[in-house]
């Protein structure tokens, strides 16, 4: 059995930037710079993003034959359903998280603004299937 090796690349980009963002990586799809043709972002801008640098550069994104590129985002953003293909997604459940943080937040201050050990917690996503991966 052969070992696929997934290479992470992490690129910066502020908030409001992801035009900026999907020019920079214009320029890595056309120097064939991202080592698989699957990009999962960060965020859903940034997908949307890189949607729109990978169209400029006339490449088609979906899944199947004659397809140069996937794209997906996570966070859900209202938009994604729009883009063209429709952005695929990983929906989160914010009123849990936020419920969840609050009860942390109130027992921290109940316990003197200390825990005793590290909270980590992991809440389930929801992947929203579309057109673009």
Same mark, same amino acid.
């Given at each position: 059995?052969?070992?696929?090796?997934?290479?992470?690349?992490?690129?910066?980009?502020? $908030?409001?930037?992801?035009?900026?963002?999907?020019?920079?990586?214009?320029?890595?799809?056309?120097? /064939?710079?991202?080592?698989?043709?699957?990009?999962?972002?960060?965020?859903?801008?940034?997908?949307?993003?890189?949607?729109?640098?990978?169209?400029?550069?006339?490449?088609?994104?979906?899944?199947?034959?004659?397809?140069?590129?996937?794209?997906?985002? /996570?966070?859900? /953003? $209202?938009?994604?359903?729009?883009?063209? $293909? $429709?952005?695929?997604?990983?929906?989160?459940?914010?009123?849990?998280?936020?419920?969840?943080?609050?009860?942390?937040?109130?027992?921290?201050?109940?316990?003197?603004?200390?825990?005793?050990?590290?909270?980590?917690?992991?809440?389930?996503?929801?992947?929203?299937?579309?057109?673009?991966?």
């Amino acid at each position: 059995m052969s070992e696929r090796k997934i290479r992470n690349m992490e690129f910066s980009s502020s $908030p409001g930037n992801s035009r900026s963002w999907a020019t920079r990586k214009g320029c890595l799809i056309t120097a /064939h710079g991202f080592p698989s043709s699957t990009v999962l972002c960060a965020n859903d801008r940034m997908a949307i993003g890189l949607l729109a640098a990978a169209d400029e550069k006339g490449l088609r994104i979906g899944r199947g034959s004659g397809y140069a590129m996937r794209i997906a985002g /996570h966070d859900d /953003h $209202p938009l994604a359903r729009f883009t063209y $293909p $429709p952005l695929m997604t990983v929906a989160q459940n914010y009123k849990a998280i936020a419920e969840k943080t609050l009860a942390t937040l109130f027992s921290l201050i109940g316990n003197g603004g200390s825990f005793s050990e590290r909270l980590a917690l992991r809440r389930e996503g929801k992947l929203i299937m579309r057109a673009s991966a």
